[in-house]
């Protein structure tokens, strides 16, 4: 006998291909198809329904993650966080209705813009005892509460001369708007002069026409102003984060 050392006539090995390289997909079918048939749903389940849930599945994925990867990129973030997710499922219609009962852990709720009435803040002890408390002032005479409240009247009609376009800009140009974080930080001058318009709506509603809290947009963030409790909070930033604010005079 002669050994055939060439080679020739032997066949040429192919490497295996799984079910799911055949069907072209990156999700493992035969781990679907174990969990279709682990869930009873009919005796015999064929090959083509795993490679179709399949595929159904990868789909969803890759739609969810695209919208997660534009949330991050719009946040301004490397890394695809539990948020993200939650913002993908629902800011797209037909995900939401999809997902309409799925709870995201860690996704938070989505941002609200309606403008809300604060609760008003119950009185305090010494509060309401001033105001039960009789007052202590002398009595004056008919003729002189006549002429106090001509002389009132006359003071209201003055001031409604002047317009409130003129009593807003100079308080704009008197007084600014700062933000806590390791201190103190001016506005710009944009956001300053835009809270300054909304806390004078503020100041002649006397927070009786739900204008407690007021939504103002800065630069790419948009912030629930509170001038009550004298806060904001970023509402377009993930950790919606919040941080005091103040009215000083400018100098």
């Known amino acids: 006998r002669h050994n055939n050392m060439s080679g020739r006539g032997r066949r040429s090995v192919r490497p295996a291909r799984g079910l799911s390289a055949r069907a072209?997909?990156?999700?493992?079918?035969?781990?679907?198809?174990?969990?279709?048939?682990?869930?009873?749903?009919?005796?015999?389940?064929?090959?083509?329904?795993?490679i179709y849930m399949t595929a159904v599945l990868e789909y969803l994925v890759a739609e969810v993650m695209e919208l997660a990867g534009n949330a991050a990129r719009d946040a301004k973030r490397a890394r695809i966080i539990p948020r993200h997710i939650q913002l993908s499922l629902r800011n797209d219609e037909e995900l939401d209705r999809l997902c309409a009962d799925a709870i995201v852990s860690q996704g938070g709720v989505l941002p609200d813009f309606r403008m809300f009435k604060?609760?008003?803040?119950?009185?305090?002890?010494?509060?309401?005892?001033?105001?039960?408390?009789?007052?202590?002032?002398?009595?004056?005479?008919?003729?002189?509460?006549?002429?106090?409240?001509?002389?009132?009247?006359?003071?209201?009609?003055?001031?409604?001369?002047?317009?409130?376009?003129?009593?807003?800009?100079?308080?704009?140009?008197?007084?600014k708007w700062q933000y806590s974080h390791n201190g103190w930080h001016d506005y710009d001058a944009a956001a300053s002069n835009e809270v300054e318009t909304v806390y004078q709506e503020f100041v002649t509603s006397d927070g009786t026409a739900g204008l407690?809290?007021?939504?103002?947009?800065?630069?790419?963030?948009?912030?629930?102003?509170?001038?009550?409790?004298?806060?904001?909070?970023?509402?377009?930033?993930?950790?919606?984060?919040?941080?005091?604010?103040?009215?000083?005079?400018?100098?």
Request: glycine letters at 2%.
């Open 118 to 175: 604060a609760k008003p803040t119950p009185l305090s002890l010494d509060t309401a005892k001033k105001a039960v408390a009789p007052s202590k002032k002398p009595a004056t005479s008919v003729k002189a509460a006549k002429a106090k409240s001509k002389a009132r009247v006359v003071d209201s009609d003055d001031d409604d001369d002047e317009p409130m376009s003129s009593r807003a800009s100079s308080s704009k140009a008197a007084y």
């Open 24 to 50: 072209g997909l990156l999700m493992p079918v035969p781990r679907v198809h174990r969990a279709l048939k682990a869930e009873n749903i009919q005796h015999r389940v064929s090959k083509g329904a795993s």
């Open 212 to 251: 407690d809290v007021r939504a103002v947009h800065s630069g790419s963030f948009n912030y629930m102003v509170d001038f009550r409790n004298m806060e904001q909070q970023n509402v377009s930033h993930p950790n919606h984060t919040r941080r005091s604010i103040r009215r000083i005079p400018r100098v």
